[in-house]
């Protein structure tokens, strides 16, 4: 006797359909699983068989066989177990064919017939498009963000008896609400003075300019970093989506609701590769610039992290995506974050000019660390300085908050927008002239900067989209004018220098 | 010795070369390796690993096997084609062309290579030093010092390295350039005295401004070509600078700097020592002021050395006399003021409310020394003569970036500030 169950697979942070036949069939008592099923999925069989026998429902004593279609795609979780169990139930006549028709289940099972949640449920469900969906309890919340109109039950005998209509489906319990993990209780006020550093903060959440903070230990670099995300707007629908299924496939999805923040990621200088760009497990894992897209991915002491690393940063920061290849399967996944990366200006780190005791060659050899492509990734090059002590201890917060530097910031993205791209930084470089003309002074501005060598041709190409991004913050009409540019280049630095003074 | 044939017709100073391409060979241990007979023999002796250790300097037994095993690989005829094929001059203590103001000195080099003019020896020769870590302050001094000292005939003297060595070499080079190459050339100009050899210039980054001075000037050295430079060549050619000049001006030094090496070999030899005072809280300057303390001239301006010189005034080589006032850089904006529709010049009213901050600035000369007033006046009050992070004026000053911004560029435009990166510095007087 023969049943097919619908289901769904991870592979990156995409879910894929898979139809799970179950062929019962006279002969020896056997149970085999084909169809590229990777080691957790191959151990359903005995998840499977323990949830069949303890829930009181019988295990066929015949020869088996589960074949996970398509074939050649690679499967790898516990989401099956459910789909494998069921199939065994319809194929031994202890369940209806026609009663599964309507549904596609997910979920794992414990030895007891309990349903546990499963990693990946947003975009798994997703992918089982317009069946409806049956997810444990506890997956039950991400189910509802996507599904249509999915269902619930605790065990797989609750599955069988609401299937039956014997039982009801489960509902969900109102007290039962898992706290958000993500609470932003920071904000821009918080930092005491630092009015560069700030403006710098926001002229990168509204044009996507990636920024490198220099400076001492204490300075506040981390502290600006984490308040970089509150800047940024919410997420709109589709953004939402993908960073809520990012999260979702990575196991760290615990929101009632779609993510609606930029996220923060800051993974420390130690982490691997693998961990960094995504891949690992045989689902293809999504790394750390998958989970920063749409929001912040902070690299502190960026001087630590590997070269190897840092060099691997540059495909994903120019298209917007990571491709991971592996043997046995590959994954193209979102990776559009803003990069914001601190480090300190010097071996000795005291940064204050005149202090610092390095040598020129230890200086030259700290700044060897960081190659020259990726520093050119940075439109914003900041010194951070701590702010005065008198004015910490007086403890009058001053400068505007995260809701006020948030209403410009989404104004500034409208703009951009409307130029057909995200942030201002995505403007090509043919559309610079038609998108950000320049006033006759700032001709002569741009001119001198180039004349003295401060600036590359790149360099100055930078600058202007910054200088639009500034205008655009102004919320002011007409070409790009000398004042604009003068604060990009305040913001940007030279193209010469990153640094200590010396 | 099997190259005997040769070596009749090779002058003593290839052997002097090869001796002094040892292996921790410097002035003292030469002068003892001579004190065994003629260069020739000592450098046969040398090979043969006959040479008895030397008590009072340190040579042992160790030093002299080591010297065996080295000289095996070195030919004092490749050493000697070498030195002609590019054209260096190498010149032994008394021959001819060996500077006098050595030759008279108490440790005079054995053995000194040049590249260049030797001509530039003849004018007046004051030196300028200072640290490898210099304020733009100092690197501007250092500038239009050298600058100014050339046009009134003077030659420079540094030491190649960097911050305020490669600053005076550039300051000379800039009046030399701009006499043109038409005419005769000046007997003054740069001169370098380098701790490296003179095919491998060190530091690195100097390279260009070494092949400027080779040019236009001279650079002498007392490593052989082809020896790889070690860090204690650097103080011991110090002798050799303070030896050359007439004065040496400290333009900023820290307190116990190579600066302050170069100012005791010069008191040693009864040399004059000037030094530019500095800002007392800036480290870069600790050294300068204590000289100032302690009794040596303070040099504020070109007048003071050609005063000590007792040279007139007069500018030997005509320039225009606007252009020292302030860096070169704001200069050449000031030159094109009239033809061309420049920003930030003169400056509009900044939004705090005061009218005109930089009152009319005409590039005339007698307005060149007024100081800005309003919003930009607090911000060059502010930066005193210490380089200055914007974050810090746009707290004190309580400016927004953007009015912040439109400040400095004014500012830098018209030569006060220089802003390099996030940092501030005051640059014109």
């Known amino acids: ?502 | 010795m099997m190259s005997s044939s040769h070596s009749v017709e090779l002058p003593h100073e290839a052997y002097l070369t090869a001796l002094a391409s040892l292996d921790r060979v410097g002035p003292a241990t030469i002068r003892w390796l001579l004190s065994n007979g003629t260069p020739r023999s000592v450098w046969a002796l040398v090979r043969s690993g006959r040479l008895a250790p030397g008590p009072g300097i340190r040579v042992t037994a160790e030093m002299v096997d080591r010297w065996a095993r080295q000289s095996q690989s070195i030919s004092p005829e490749g050493i000697w084609v070498r030195c002609v094929e590019r054209g260096f001059g190498v010149l032994s203590l008394g021959a001819a062309g060996y500077p006098h103001a050595l030759a008279e000195d108490t440790e005079p080099p054995v053995l000194l290579f040049q590249a260049g003019d030797p001509r530039r020896l003849s004018a007046t020769r004051v030196a300028i030093v200072g640290t490898r870590r210099a304020s733009g302050y100092g690197r501007q001094v250092a500038r239009s010092l050298a600058r100014e000292l050339t046009m009134h005939g003077v030659t420079v003297v540094s030491g190649l390295a960097l911050g305020i060595d490669v600053a005076a070499h550039s300051g000379a080079l800039e009046a030399i350039e701009d006499l043109g190459g038409g005419t005769e050339s000046p007997p003054c100009g740069p001169l370098a005295v380098v701790g490296s050899s003179l095919d491998s210039p060190c530091p690195r980054p100097n390279l260009n401004v070494a092949k400027r001075v080779v040019a236009n000037g001279l650079i002498y050295s007392e490593v052989p070509p082809g020896t790889p430079s070690a860090p204690w060549r650097f103080p011991v050619r110090n002798r050799i600078l303070a030896a050359l000049s007439d004065i040496v001006v400290v333009v900023e030094s820290d307190s116990n700097g190579g600066s302050m090496h170069t100012v005791r070999e010069a008191l040693d030899r009864n040399r004059i020592v000037m030094a530019v005072p500095g800002p007392i809280n800036c480290r870069s300057s600790a050294g300068t002021n204590a000289l100032l303390r302690d009794g040596a001239a303070p040099c504020l301006g070109v007048e003071d050395i050609l005063d000590e010189l007792g040279l007139d005034r007069q500018v030997v080589v005509p320039t225009d006399p606007a252009r020292e006032l302030r860096p070169r850089r704001a200069a050449k904006c000031a030159d094109s003021t009239q033809t061309e529709n420049l920003p930030f010049e003169p400056l509009g009213p900044v939004k705090h409310g005061e009218a005109d901050p930089l009152g009319k600035p005409t590039r005339r000369s007698e307005d060149a020394h007024r100081l800005p007033t309003g919003v930009a006046g607090e911000v060059v009050d502010l930066l005193g003569w210490r380089p200055t992070s914007t974050e810090t004026i746009a707290s004190e000053c309580d400016l927004s970036p953007r009015e912040l911004a439109r400040v400095l560029a004014s500012l830098e435009s018209q030569g006060w500030v220089r802003v390099t990166g996030s940092w501030v510095e005051r640059m014109s007087r």
Request: charged residues 25%.
């Open chain 1, 1 to 502: 006797m023969l049943a097919v169950v619908r289901s769904s697979t991870l592979l990156g942070v995409d879910g894929f359909p898979v139809h799970v036949e179950v062929h019962v069939a006279n002969g020896l008592p056997s149970f085999t699983i084909v169809g590229l099923p990777d080691a957790s999925c191959r151990e359903s069989r005995d998840r499977a068989r323990a949830a069949i026998s303890t829930s009181g429902l019988k295990w066929p004593d015949k020869r088996i066989t589960v074949n996970l279609a398509p074939t050649n795609l690679r499967k790898a979780g516990s989401a099956l177990d459910l789909a494998v169990a069921i199939g065994v139930l319809v194929a031994s006549d202890q369940l209806g064919p026609d009663l599964i028709t309507d549904f596609g289940f997910l979920g794992e099972l414990g030895l007891n017939g309990a349903l546990r949640p499963i990693v990946g449920a947003l975009p798994l469900v997703h992918a089982l498009g317009e069946v409806r969906p049956v997810v444990p309890p506890g997956s039950f919340r991400e189910a509802l963000l996507v599904g249509r109109d999915p269902v619930t039950a605790g065990s797989l005998l609750g599955v069988v008896d609401a299937l039956k209509g014997k039982a009801p489906w489960d509902t969900l319990d109102p007290n039962d609400t898992p706290e958000s993990l993500i609470v932003e209780t920071s904000d821009l006020i918080d930092v005491q003075g630092q009015p560069v550093a700030k403006r710098a903060l926001e002229v990168a959440a509204a044009g996507g300019h990636h920024v490198l903070m220099t400076g001492p230990p204490g300075a506040g670099k981390t502290m600006l970093a984490e308040r970089l995300p509150t800047l940024m707007p919410d997420l709109d629908d589709r953004s939402a989506f993908e960073v809520s299924r990012i999260h979702s496939a990575a196991g760290r999805f615990h929101e009632l609701d779609l993510i609606r923040r930029p996220p923060l990621r800051a993974p420390h200088h130690s982490a691997s590769l693998v961990a960094l760009l995504g891949g690992g497990t045989s689902a293809l894992r999504p790394g750390e610039v998958s989970m920063a897209s749409d929001g912040v991915l902070f690299l502190d002491e960026l001087g630590e992290f590997p070269t190897g690393h840092l060099d691997a940063l540059r495909q994903p920061l120019e298209s917007g995506e990571i491709h991971i290849a592996r043997a046995s399967a590959s994954a193209v996944m979102p990776a559009r974050f803003l990069l914001v990366a601190a480090t300190n200006p010097c071996p000795c780190g005291v940064g204050k000019w005149g202090d610092c005791r390095c040598s020129a060659a230890a200086l030259t050899r700290y700044a060897r660390r960081l190659s020259g492509p990726l520093l050119d990734r940075f439109d914003i090059r900041l010194a951070v300085d701590p702010p005065d002590h008198r004015k910490v201890l007086t403890g009058d917060h001053n400068g505007p908050t995260s809701a006020e530097v948030r209403t410009r910031v989404s104004r500034a993205r409208a703009m951009a927008l409307s130029r057909g791209v995200h942030t201002n930084r995505e403007l090509a470089a043919s559309a610079i002239d038609r998108h950000a003309p320049l006033t006759l002074p700032a001709k002569g501005y741009l001119r001198r900067l180039l004349e003295d060598g401060t600036m590359s041709m790149r360099g100055v190409q930078r600058l202007r989209l910054m200088a639009l991004t500034i205008r655009d913050l102004e919320s002011e009409e007409g070409p790009v004018d000398e004042v604009d540019l003068a604060e990009a280049m305040l913001l940007r630095g030279g193209d010469r220098q990153v640094g200590v003074a010396s």
